[in-house]
């Protein structure tokens, strides 16, 4: 067997999760549907959509591994590179067009299949090769000429779709605008079959999330837990990717956000003293996790520890009881950081009225980024700004990349953190407006803890969430996880 | 401690090897010697590299983790993006140009270095930010204005180098051909410094894959063997990156040359009749290895998979023995493809007169690519081909990646192979010239062996060449090796 050996299915073998062709079938149904409600399109008219190309490192040969552009997986579902595909809005037929491949593929890169066999694996309507999209939409698009391009502004990164093109494209009427807003809101909305593939990519870091927190011991490298996350994705649940790049962040290091990149690449050893902030997900067929695991090294909270973890879980476990359809992501991001405050003041870290720290944005001294954002196929979502100009400018809230109103079937990550910054904490302390609500000499005994995240994956619905992510969270669980020494649990840990 | 706490070295910790900042100021040195002894350059020329930058996947936020650009890393050892260099080509003084970073940076990516860090860590003369660039190139390259930039092709890849650029580069007078084949020939022969790392990369991917010979069992999927390797190169060694896609073949798999790539992911579940050819290597602080171990999952050869092992590792060691200095890597290859020949010969898989079937490229219908290829801070290294319209055109030696003659601190990789590629082999039978020599009959016995290669990394020595890589290689050592039924060894393995 092979991914697509069982029919009509993607699926790595064992107890992997089966995803089935539908899954796209549906997504194109769906979009011509909003296509068609959105406004009266000519008969011939289609979606072209770009797939992602092969690529070499600079001027190289080296190949990065492949993955899919994210529009493209969404719609059709194909691992491979340099497809491109193309749907008919009225009777929603689809077609891919296939690179055509040289004889020498067959000694260097396996079988060439035929366009048949792809029609079968991708279930689409057609298979054409690259080379013949002209003559094909010659024939197809003969009257309207319209075609609808991928084109539009990403909110997260502030980049742009790149619009198909093919030769000949000249002679077809290009339609830039109403694609992308309408396939990005297809995107937000999650199927029941997409919610099947997020649960199993939440199932599956979580236990690796699991099997690090077992297998840590004091004198470790933070990218040796790297190693174990992501060898027990890949090797038990077929991960080959990972979301995002690992965040394994010790003793001061949590306290930077995206900590674990090219420039600060998990390479501190670990101390029995240490929290972890470990923020790591892997990806099944394109579909992401983003799961955030924070606790002591030695598996035994000191106080200061657990007043801090305890005080980012209630935020955390606040906002899960509190979303629901309608409800907007802007006043959960200040629900959780109006619960984080009043954590640190009961602890004394902070002083004085509630309402005016939030006037003045204190909490973003404490947790300068969003509460969440849209997960899918990107870990950082489509779709969080219906309208970018109404993103916020103020300290955290402009850090949100959603302010939208909840729906039914949109999937967040519920993230509340608190961290110490030194240099956001040396703002707040030079700071006018800041300074008098900060204890420095109570939050000097907090510094070493660097920071805590807890970040879990919902989706909405009809009148709340449901929690897709799996790990221990309490502190009390977390101690009793750590110190279960029954080492064969490491080994027999398993993904049922 | 973090990579660079250690002064003067990029260390990842416990027994992980310290890499002096020596190893890039010797390269620069090198390369300005090896320039002014090119041509006379004036006291104020200056040679200008690009780091690699940082990417984002097509419109979304997602950075895939940065790895430098080669010719970058080999002059400047820099891990970060963004970043520019230059040197005096008359004094060897260097200079690394630093992107100016936002005051944001600090609480998403972590603390900004100053100037004076970089200078520090990275041993170099000046820093600057790369805003500084053309006010200080106005005053450093005041009278010649001449500045060398890198523009050339890779053989391998048919691409070009990107040539360094900045605002205000007009000014100056570029010369675009002088630095590419100087400094490609300073990275073809190692310096003693580089042979270090490039012996510590080998002897970690030695011990992944011999960790992944001891777990392998009947009925894993093969992706699961990449996790094995993976995991232990990144936990035990700190490479966090391979240093190609991980070609895990089993069945009739090791007939497709660069199996594992996206369309071909390493997918299939392994019976125990399989042969398994992986070719996987590590790599540390962007330095390559590049190993291939063929052996059966059963841990026991059949008396036709021995055959075709022997036949290779026969082939593997007659070009070793034959390496040294001014030998032509053309000649090893014919040298491995006649070893072959005779084996297969001997066994019966084909028959006729040796120098015939030489002469008609028979061998290229088993072993389509070439013997071995340059490695170093690329996988395919640079350097091949010192004219590229000398390339063969003939089966087999057109694959080849250098037709040059050795030179001592040359590394390459030595790897024959025999592949059963049903594509391959039909060509062979409906070719007048070939079909008599082959025995369809008894080639059809050894069909399911899919195939073998046998890839050792060695270093060309004064007289010979010194190997770096360490696995069991004959059979009875591979065998030995897998039923080493102390499990406690999948534990302890080490690299001491
Ligand atoms: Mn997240
Ligand atoms: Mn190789």
């Not at 080296?62 to 529009?71: I, V």
């Not at 929603?92 to 396996?110: D, E, K, T």
């Not at 298979?127 to 084109?151: A, M, N, P, R």
Request: hydrophobic share 35%.
């Amino acid at each position: 067997m092979d991914t697509f050996s069982e029919s009509g299915y993607f699926w790595k073998g064992g107890q992997t999760l089966k995803v089935p062709m539908e899954l796209f079938k549906l997504n194109r149904q769906r979009l011509c549907e909003a296509l068609r409600s959105h406004r009266t399109l000519p008969s011939d008219s289609f979606v072209l959509l770009q797939g992602g190309t092969s690529e070499m490192r600079y001027c190289s040969d080296h190949e990065p591994l492949f993955r899919q552009e994210s529009y493209f997986h969404w719609t059709f579902g194909v691992i491979e590179p340099d497809f491109i595909g193309a749907i008919n809005i009225q009777n929603n037929q689809s077609i891919l067009f296939i690179p055509r491949l040289p004889p020498s593929y067959v000694a260097w890169m396996g079988k060439i299949k035929e366009p048949d066999e792809y029609k079968k694996i991708y279930h689409v309507d057609h298979v054409y090769y690259v080379d013949e999209l002209e003559k094909t939409f010659d024939e197809l698009v003969g009257t309207s000429k319209l075609i609808l391009v991928l084109h539009g502004l990403n909110t997260d990164s502030g980049s742009e779709s790149k619009p198909a093109n093919f030769n000949g494209i000249e002679k077809f009427h290009l339609d830039k605008t109403t694609l992308h807003p309408i396939i990005t809101e297809c995107r937000v909305l999650k199927t029941d079959l997409e919610l099947d593939v997020l649960r199993y990519t939440n199932k599956i870091s979580s236990e690796a999330h699991k099997f690090v927190m077992l297998n840590i011991k004091d004198g470790m490298y933070e990218y040796e837990t790297e190693a174990l996350f992501q060898y027990y994705c890949h090797r038990y649940g077929a991960m080959r990717h990972m979301s995002y790049t690992c965040i394994c962040a010790t003793g001061e290091n949590p306290a930077v956000l995206h900590y674990g990149h090219a420039g600060a690449p998990n390479d501190r050893q670990l101390t029995s003293k240490d929290m972890c902030l470990f923020d790591m997900g892997g990806e099944y067929y394109c579909y992401a996790s983003d799961i955030t695991c924070s606790f002591p090294v030695s598996g035994r909270f000191t106080n200061e520890q657990r007043i801090i973890y305890e005080a980012v879980l209630d935020a955390n476990r606040q906002v899960m009881k509190n979303v629901r359809p309608d409800v907007s992501w802007v006043d959960m991001h200040l629900l959780a950081e109006r619960t984080q405050l009043e954590h640190l003041k009961q602890a004394g870290l902070i002083q004085g009225d509630i309402d005016e720290m939030m006037d003045v944005r204190l909490g973003a001294l404490f947790m300068p980024h969003g509460l969440g954002h849209m997960i899918g196929i990107d870990t950082h979502d489509v779709g969080g700004y219906l309208d970018p100009h109404t993103r916020s400018t103020l300290p955290g809230l402009k850090s949100l990349r959603t302010n939208r109103l909840l729906k039914e079937r949109m999937c967040i990550t519920v993230e509340p953190g608190i961290y110490f910054n030194q240099a956001l904490l040396n703002d707040g302390y030079n700071n006018n407006e800041l300074n008098k609500f900060l204890n420095k000499n109570i939050i000097d005994k907090y510094l070493h803890i660097g920071g805590v995240r807890i970040e879990d994956n919902i989706v909405i619905t009809k009148d709340g969430c449901e929690l897709l992510t799996n790990v221990p969270r309490s502190c009390d669980e977390i101690e009793e996880w750590m110190n279960n020494n029954n080492k064969e649990i490491v080994d027999k840990i398993d993904y049922q």
